[in-house]
């Protein structure tokens, strides 16, 4: 009196093949995979790689984009992509704060950051250091130039945590039209114990004219 049933796909998709269901019952948390003749069989369902779990694009001027409720218990870690960020303006600088159940934390002393700042146009890098309201992200200014862009990869550690301080490390790049390649790697602490809710990505000095930001969880 009861059953399941399997659809095959349209007509007009020409497909004609068959899938061998496994001869054993499926054990808890198991997942079908199929060979190339369509055999399926019940594996292990895979771990350890990046889901994504939001996209933010930017497409009007703004100073701040805030993503919010985007942790959860499933991932410990998360991965941040910026790329292609445009300014409208120039000495522009990126900057990060952490948000959490009370707001955006911008006290005075919330953070803790060390960066280093490679200049390729100058030979030279500059180490710097902080304790104050934000992270700053990049050890230079950078411009509105219409071929001028940023982008950069930011990794936040145990952010839902509530027996240790908030830990975050990034990369990033930028290259004007004056050939002047900017590398920037930066360490943080967010000094809280308190779980997190998200993040704020801001220009100081400036504003955002486009760029995209999107999150993703390594898998536990």
Request: net charge neutral; no cysteine.
């Given at each position: 009196?009861?059953?399941?049933?399997?659809?095959?796909?349209?007509?007009?998709?020409?497909?004609?093949?068959?899938?061998?269901?496994?001869?054993?019952?499926?054990?808890?948390?198991?997942?079908?995979?199929?060979?190339?003749?369509?055999?399926?069989?019940?594996?292990?369902?895979?771990?350890?790689?990046?889901?994504?779990?939001?996209?933010?694009?930017?497409?009007?001027?703004?100073?701040?984009?805030?993503?919010t409720?985007?942790?959860?218990?499933?991932?410990?870690?998360?991965?941040?992509?910026?790329?292609?960020?445009?300014?409208?303006?120039?000495?522009?600088?990126?900057?990060?704060?952490?948000?959490?159940?009370?707001?955006?934390m911008?006290?005075?002393?919330?953070?803790?950051?060390?960066?280093?700042?490679?200049?390729?146009?100058e030979?030279?890098?500059?180490?710097?250091?902080?304790?104050?309201?934000?992270?700053?992200?990049?050890?230079?200014?950078?411009?509105?130039?219409?071929?001028?862009?940023?982008?950069?990869?930011?990794?936040?550690?145990?952010?839902?945590?509530?027996?240790?301080?908030?830990?975050?490390?990034?990369?990033?790049?930028?290259?004007?039209?004056?050939?002047?390649?900017?590398?920037?790697?930066?360490?943080?602490?967010?000094?809280?114990?308190?779980?997190?809710?998200?993040?704020?990505?801001?220009?100081?000095?400036?504003?955002?004219?486009?760029g995209?930001?999107?999150?993703?969880?390594?898998?536990?």
């Open positions: 009196s009861h059953g399941i049933k399997l659809k095959s796909p349209p007509h007009s998709a020409g497909q004609s093949y068959t899938l061998t269901f496994p001869s054993t019952a499926p054990a808890t948390d198991k997942i079908l995979q199929t060979n190339s003749s369509g055999v399926l069989s019940f594996v292990d369902a895979p771990s350890g790689s990046l889901v994504k779990i939001t996209t933010s694009d930017i497409s009007s001027t703004v100073s701040a984009v805030d993503l409720s985007i942790f959860s218990s499933t991932h410990d870690v998360y991965k941040v992509i910026l790329s292609d960020f445009k300014f409208d303006t120039d000495s522009v600088k990126l900057a990060y704060r952490s948000i959490n159940s009370s707001g955006l911008s006290g005075s002393s919330d953070y803790k950051w060390a960066l280093t700042r490679r200049n390729s146009y030979s030279h890098s500059s180490n710097y250091a902080g304790t104050n309201n934000e992270v700053q992200l990049t050890g230079h200014t950078y411009g509105n130039a219409s071929v001028e862009t940023l982008g950069g990869v930011l990794e936040l550690f145990h952010p839902l945590s509530t027996n240790r301080y908030k830990l975050g490390q990034g990369a990033v790049t930028n290259h004007d039209p004056n050939s002047q390649a900017m590398g920037t790697n930066v360490n943080w602490s967010t000094q809280t114990t308190n779980a997190l809710t998200g993040f704020r990505i801001f220009a100081t000095g400036g504003n955002m004219t486009a995209k930001i999107v999150v993703y969880g390594y898998e536990k």
